[in-house]
């Protein structure tokens, strides 16, 4: 069982940076893919980033390349999201979520929200223009 916390959300300024984190518990922490997802109200839940924890290889969303960069700590089993340049359409609840890596021979699946077996509660992040 693995259990997810998102931390630091809050309302900035466009323009402004901030840094979402998520303190993961269980133990296959390090064979995990680590997914950044947002949601904003009446659209679909979107993949933002994701990181395997077993060699730190990152995936982004091509729209958000850039300026969100995934990181992750495995001894401290959390994972992170640096948002920098943020723009009022980057509002939205922000989720992490984890899947076993090897669930899935192929990379594709990292981006894909069905893939993931464990989701946090979401961290709300609201842009101002």
């Known amino acids: 069982q693995v259990q997810l916390v998102e931390s630091g959300g809050g309302l900035v300024q466009a323009g402004d940076s901030l840094r979402l984190s998520c303190a993961a518990s269980?133990?296959?922490?390090?064979?995990?893919?680590m997914g950044w997802f947002r949601q904003a109200p009446g659209k679909e839940r979107e993949f933002v980033a994701a990181?395997?924890?077993?060699?730190?290889?990152?995936y982004d969303a091509d729209s958000m390349k850039g300026r969100f960069t995934v990181s992750g700590d495995n001894a401290r089993k959390a994972v992170y999201l640096q948002m920098n340049s943020l723009k009022p359409e980057d509002t939205a609840v922000y989720y992490c979520?984890?899947?076993?890596?090897?669930?899935?021979?192929?990379?594709?699946?990292?981006?894909?929200?069905?893939?993931?077996?464990?989701w946090g509660q979401g961290t709300q992040v609201t842009v101002s223009s």
């Open positions: 269980g133990r296959t922490f390090s064979s995990s893919v």
């Open positions: 990181i395997r924890m077993s060699d730190s290889s990152t």
């Open positions: 979520a984890a899947l076993d890596q090897h669930s899935y021979s192929s990379v594709s699946y990292y981006y894909r929200r069905f893939a993931y077996n464990y």
